[in-house]
């Protein structure tokens, strides 16, 4: 297949072929056209040609689905429609991360804008747990809610479904979570994953849990506008609430493709006006100024919120999404950064404990490591780190002194994690379970962990080593040094935003020489090359001088030819705005 080898790289420094993720653009010798270019990265994502058009700008109208589409959706808005008409008192019941609380946040700003004035429940992580118990919903119930609706969670919760149901309140289920062939007891039980979904909604699976109530949010509106409920009432603007459900999406991971991606992009947009006072406010403590993209989500905003659920308290993200207050919201604002502080100084030392677990697993097709004393706050951002590192699924235990260990896992592409997870709890190896496909969570006696990690094993290495076969550099476009240019940043936009399920655009640029290499900051590789013309393009390499390709670019000759692969950024330090790539790999040109 060298056909389809990006300039002939069979074996870069880092021991992988350079491959098209589509069809060739550019050929070495200066810029593709920027339309052309935009074109190529949407197809080479799975566009077809004829879809185009409502790719290059993905709207809200473009692409969102009749909301009845999904099953039991009707039934949710007509017993939400009727608890607002009739002044019932609601509690929306929320998970602690960011999916959770932006869910929780876009159905009680929408609810207060219809008059109502639900409460709001969010467990304590490290003494509920993850998602509804029957004891917290009935005690909800005993304090006067009539209706709970929970939102990126519920979709197992049976025995706490039942409860409820004994209590007497009507409980609505809105989440996106991997559900078994039965399903708990609700008054509605919304979820494009459903196994009794038809194929048109299940395609909407990968909505995290806030699109999905996103989508209830039209539902309702609908069955009040049909009521007469707005005749002299001023109905809120659904899309006003976007920017949660861009935040909600990015954070979760979920799949920037169809609904996601206009999601993204219009919530952006709501996003850069700072119309909601709690965003507005988690901006200014992350030090943003400028409009929010796509990775600020993700790596400035959504851990912040996700710190109060990790170390500190479970309900101060939805408190902060959903106040009006700019002096509470400030005060939120702050407090999350400061806890986000301490989740990065705890989320480093379980990291250096569980690599060094590690490194007596490289059988394992699933990296699972457990400690006793780690902070279950971190173990899922742990996981993660250990999955980039180590090219597998990884799963991260925290060992608590009742001899119960809770897990967070993420996994790689082609590997349902959650889909195994639900598996092992069906085989009682598991006191409980679930996820979807790239996370899961689990809680394991500490004695089972071993029969855990051989359960996995042989379930997940056939889907593991059939995806790290797979493994390659895949490359949008190929530059001549000089093509590293502001330009192609702006190019290489328009085909965003860019996230889970919808990759950054990876151009290769060269033939270049070395001008200079030198270690910087914590491990950073910083690089100028210059192509025969004498063009020079900066570029590092995040946390890799150490490693092969750090080690290699250290010690290459100055007059030996590379190519460079990697993403090209915006380089706006000081005045002047240039660009240079984020290396990932090189090979050797000659």
Same mark, same amino acid.
């Given at each position: 297949?060298?056909?389809?080898?990006?300039?002939?790289?069979?074996?870069?420094?880092?021991?992988?072929?350079?491959?098209?993720?589509?069809?060739?653009?550019?050929?070495?010798?200066?810029?593709?056209?920027?339309?052309? =270019?935009?074109?190529?990265?949407?197809?080479?994502? %799975?566009?077809?040609?004829?879809?185009?058009?409502?790719?290059?700008?993905?709207?809200?109208?473009?692409?969102?689905? #009749?909301?009845?589409?999904?099953?039991?959706? #009707?039934?949710?808005?007509? !017993?939400?429609?009727l608890a607002v008409m009739a002044g019932e008192p609601v509690t929306v019941f929320g998970d602690y991360d960011v999916d959770g609380a932006t869910s929780a946040a876009l159905l009680v700003r929408l609810l207060r804008g219809l008059g109502a004035d639900p409460g709001v429940y969010i467990p304590d992580r490290l003494m509920e747990g993850y998602g509804p118990s029957g004891e917290a919903l009935v005690r909800i119930a005993k304090g006067g809610a009539r209706l709970i609706v929970t939102v990126d969670c519920g979709a197992q919760a049976f025995e706490a479904l039942d409860m409820a149901h004994a209590a007497g309140v009507d409980v609505i289920v809105v989440d996106h979570h991997k559900c078994a062939s039965r399903l708990p007891v609700a008054a509605a039980l919304v979820n494009p994953n459903r196994l009794d979904e038809c194929d048109a909604a299940a395609a909407h699976g990968h909505l995290a849990a806030v699109g999905v109530c996103f989508l209830l949010g039209a539902a309702l509106l609908r069955v009040l506008r049909r009521r007469g409920f707005f005749e002299g009432r001023e109905e809120p603007r659904l899309i006003d609430l976007l920017d949660l459900v861009a935040l909600g999406t990015v954070a979760d991971v979920a799949q920037l493709r169809g609904l996601n991606r206009a999601f993204v992009t219009q919530g952006l947009k709501v996003m850069a006006g700072r119309r909601n006072t709690g965003l507005a406010a988690l901006a200014e403590a992350a030090r943003l100024t400028r409009a929010p993209t796509c990775a600020d989500l993700g790596f400035a905003l959504g851990p912040r919120i996700n710190a109060g659920g990790r170390v500190g308290k479970a309900n101060l993200g939805v408190r902060l999404l959903a106040t009006e207050d700019p002096d509470e919201a400030a005060a939120i604002a702050a407090e999350l950064d400061r806890l986000n502080e301490e989740r990065r100084a705890i989320e480093a030392a379980v990291c250096e404990a569980a690599e060094a677990q590690c490194k007596s697993q490289s059988e394992r097709a699933v990296a699972l490591v457990a400690g006793e004393g780690w902070h279950p706050g971190v173990i899922g951002i742990v996981a993660g780190? =250990?999955?980039? !590192?180590?090219?597998?699924?990884?799963?991260?235990?925290?060992?608590?002194?009742?001899?119960?260990?809770?897990?967070?896992?993420?996994?790689?592409?082609?590997?349902?994690? %959650?889909?195994?997870?639900?598996?092992?709890?069906?085989?009682?190896?598991?006191?409980?379970?679930?996820?979807?496909?790239?996370?899961?969570?689990?809680?394991?006696?500490?004695?089972?962990?071993?029969?855990?990690?051989?359960?996995?094993?042989?379930?997940?290495?056939?889907?593991?080593?059939?995806?790290?076969?797979?493994?390659?550099?895949?490359? #949008?476009?190929?530059?001549?040094?000089?093509?590293?240019?502001?330009? =192609?940043?702006?190019?290489? #936009?328009?085909g965003g935003p860019y996230g889970a399920g919808w990759a950054a655009p990876r151009v290769v640029a060269g033939p270049v020489r070395l001008v200079k290499a030198d270690t910087v900051g914590n491990g950073h590789l910083r690089l100028i090359v210059a192509g025969d013309d004498g063009r020079r393009v900066k570029a590092i390499a995040f946390r890799m001088a150490d490693g092969a390709l750090g080690q290699a670019l250290l010690a290459c000759p100055p007059h030996r030819k590379l190519w460079i692969a990697g993403r090209v950024k915006r380089d706006e330090w000081g005045d002047r705005v240039a660009a240079e790539l984020h290396l990932e790999d090189a090979a050797f040109a000659d």
């Open positions: 297949m060298t056909s389809s080898l990006v300039c002939g790289v069979e074996r870069s420094i880092l021991g992988q072929p350079w491959r098209w993720r589509g069809t060739a653009a550019g050929g070495g010798d200066g810029d593709p056209r920027a339309d052309e =270019l935009v074109d190529q990265l949407l197809m080479a994502r %799975g566009v077809a040609r004829a879809e185009l058009g409502r790719h290059r700008s993905p709207t809200i109208r473009d692409f969102m689905p #009749d909301p009845s589409l999904f099953r039991d959706m #009707d039934t949710a808005a007509e !017993r939400l429609a780190r =250990l999955k980039e !590192r180590l090219g597998r699924p990884a799963i991260v235990v925290a060992v608590g002194e009742d001899g119960l260990g809770k897990g967070s896992g993420r996994s790689i592409s082609g590997v349902d994690l %959650g889909a195994a997870v639900l598996a092992a709890k069906d085989s009682g190896l598991l006191v409980a379970g679930g996820g979807h496909a790239m996370a899961a969570g689990l809680t394991v006696a500490a004695d089972r962990i071993g029969e855990l990690a051989a359960f996995l094993d042989e379930r997940l290495a056939a889907d593991v080593a059939r995806s790290r076969e797979d493994r390659a550099l895949l490359v #949008d476009a190929v530059v001549a040094p000089g093509g590293v240019c502001p330009s =192609l940043c702006d190019a290489l #936009d328009a």
